[in-house]
């Protein structure tokens, strides 16, 4: 089984506190750090296992900065046999569709049986980049994959739906599937072992390589723009009641009675 | 398997399979592991001889169950360090990817917020914003470092410790300064946990910090950072931990307490204090030195001290299916002995031990306190403790 794992050099920003930089369009980042998308960490774990059961060979590829390559050292330092950087001053303010666009280029001519993504990423959460690649690719996809077997010829995938439900899906191969979180427990990648990973091949393409004109990518390739960022403003304090169980609930009807919500 | 190397020069093949190390460990009660056991089967593993059935070296997970405080190498007949062998078979696991997801996420932490607890560096220097304290990092120079560690710089509790010693210092006219969000984890549990890539790193970006700030000696909250500056950095560094530093104070008759503190105190060596470092007289002459406190030794203490279990990772790794910490037994002997409050000298005993007393519900027979905060309320009055 041939794998390609589509991975993202987001800033962590769950314990960070952020801050919006001057242009209103983005957060800065400089004092952040940066790792493998959360998702995408699944997403190559789940591929190094498929290759470790069925042999094959795992590709990690990415579209960002040189910063990236530290991500992709770590995908290749999990299992993965190649990465690919798709680094380009044109690509920069592309949007998801415009980042399957770049994806899609690359992969067209690549062999292979599944495409894995992760279901979002951390930084924008818009999970688009995976159903946009497999569109241009011609190639089906399962998205919110908590589970993959692999059956002749195509692929037994379990999909979390709301409430705690999972439906599974069968789908042919060629297939993507847009990894969620917890579909497995990602190994420790020890620092040794990013350094023996050094010597895996790593490529890294541009504009050019991937056959786009600077029109196609980009701000100007792109379907959406970012307007405005902002954090969004605290409108209303919580109240803490103190009291008596008897003396709170009753606050609590008239707040509710108040607001006519009984 | 090259990783095999560190563990082939250390000098267990003069084993003599006595069980010492295997009586002495702490945890074998209520974990798999079992060191005597592991020195014959790591012998075969790195002879050509083979056992039968062949041993799973992946398989050990109770590797995972050493809380490093080198009982077995201190009591080992034969010097083979055993704790060093499992340190080297933690590595072989771990450069496998075969590492407990608590103790993976407390190594990632460090390598990219410099704590194992994986909070943002802007937040490490926070206990201080209120504090008379130098910043080294700010070009503020002085001749003490004053090294917080990570327990001391994040936890809400040990904080009060690192407070607790800031005011003392200041209190006695000590000028240091600290190395404020700069300061970065030392690494005495990311080698304990075999994670040697990591621990190199952070050798090298603490060596260079001390360079870069031509810092000449070093204080310690945590023996674990003593004991990793003092012996694991391949530097004769010149450090301390805080009670060498304030025994020394009262040899030299710079440390006199204008208050007393009546209570019956006893005290838990911490592993890295005693048995790997020997330091059992300082922290004793300390607490003695307290006007009104009646010192009392547990029925196991200084080389026989028992763990609290904080050590070798085990702050972030509970034993699978396990009941009862060691913390809580010692509790339970420290009120035995009729002690008011077990003092310590290290944020782990201090954290797992206040645990143990809420876990235990003795909150209203006992309290655990560092030995720095009886320091402090000896050498303070009440108003300047609040401060």
Known sequence: MNVIVCVKHVPETAEAEIAIHESRKRIKTEDLVFDINEWDDYAVEEAVLLKEKLGGSVTAITVGSEDADSTLRKCLARGADKAVRLTDKAFEGSDSYAIAKILYKIIKDLPFDLILTGAQAGDDGCAQVGVVLAELLGIPHVTMVKKVESVEGHVKVNRELEGGLEEIVEAKLPVLLAVQTGINEPRYISIMGIRKAMKKEMKVLGLKDVGLTEEEVGESGSWITVEKMFIPPVEKEAEILTGGVDEIATKIVETLRAKGLI | ?387
């Open chain 2, 1 to 387: 398997m090259e990783e095999l190397g560190a563990i082939k020069k250390l000098n267990f093949n003069v084993c003599m399979q006595c069980g010492k190390c295997t009586g002495s460990c702490p945890v074998f009660p209520k974990s798999k592991l079992n060191p005597r056991r592991l020195m014959l089967e790591t012998a075969y593993l790195i002879s050509p001889l083979t056992m039968h059935p062949p041993l799973n070296i992946y398989e050990k997970s109770e590797i995972w169950d050493c809380t490093t405080c080198s009982t077995c190498s201190y009591r080992c007949p034969r010097e083979v360090e055993p704790m060093d062998v499992i340190i080297g078979l933690r590595g072989l696991l771990l450069e496998q990817g075969r590492v407990p997801s608590t103790l993976g996420d407390a190594l990632e932490g460090v390598y990219k917020y410099g704590n194992p607890w994986g909070i943002s560096r802007s937040k490490r220097s926070d206990w201080a914003q209120d504090l008379k304290v130098k910043y080294v990092s700010e070009g503020e120079k002085a001749e003490l470092l004053y090294f917080v560690g990570c327990a001391a710089a994040y936890d809400s509790r040990a904080q009060e410790v690192a407070r607790a010693l800031v005011k003392n210092l200041n209190t006695l006219g000590i000028d240091f300064s600290i190395l404020g969000n700069k300061e970065t984890c030392c690494g005495n549990e990311v080698y304990s946990l075999g994670e040697k890539g990591l621990f190199e790193i952070l050798v090298e970006k603490n060596l260079s910090l001390l360079d870069q700030y031509g810092i000449n000696r070093i204080l310690t909250t945590s023996p674990h950072c003593f004991n990793a500056f003092k012996n694991k950095y391949g530097k004769d560094l010149a450090v301390q931990h805080y009670t060498q530093y304030f025994a020394d104070l009262i040899d030299k008759g710079k440390l006199k307490f204008p208050q007393r503190v009546e209570k019956v105190v006893t005290y838990q060596d911490p592993c890295f204090l005693g048995k790997h470092n020997d330091i059992y007289d300082e922290p004793r002459k300390i607490i003695e030195s307290i006007p009104g406190i009646k010192l009392v030794e547990l029925n196991l203490s200084r080389g026989r001290s028992v763990c609290c279990e904080g050590g070798g990772g085990r702050m972030w790794y509970d034993i699978p299916g396990e009941r009862g910490r060691l913390a809580e037994t010692r509790v339970k002997e420290a009120i035995d002995v009729g002690a008011d409050i077990l003092a310590v000298a290290c944020p782990f005993c201090l954290l797992t031990f206040d645990d143990a007393v809420k876990t235990t519900g003795n909150e209203d027979k006992i309290q655990v306190m560092d030995i720095m905060e009886l320091v402090a309320e000896a050498l303070l009055s009440s108003n300047e403790q609040v401060i």
